[in-house]
């Protein structure tokens, strides 16, 4: 059991990296994205179903639907600048 925890992590080396390296364009989203907290995202998909909430109290079944499904993509865009901030594609590019 104890050998498990021993084990010393192995890291990514530079010619795998150089396999599966970002574009140009990817590499300028994450530049800029990477400037934003991570919580940002939270606290705007929290407000986007709390708007629907509102929009659907007052009997505006359209929008609220609308509104409330900025929700999900707003959290996968926070769980891709996460994924970019602990281990994107600028370990080539620094």
Known sequence: M???FNK???SVGAPEAAA???GPLARKIEEQTAKLPS???LWAAGLS???SLVLQVSRKKSESQFVGQ???PLL???VYNKLVK???SDRLHP
């Open 39 to 41: 919580d940002l995202w």
């Open 49 to 51: 179903m709390a708007a």
């Open 8 to 10: 010393p992590q192995v």
């Open 20 to 22: 599966h390296a970002e």
């Open 86 to 88: 602990v281990a994107g």
């Open 76 to 78: 996968l865009i926070g």
């Open 70 to 72: 900025w929700a999900a």
């Open 2 to 4: 104890l050998e498990t």
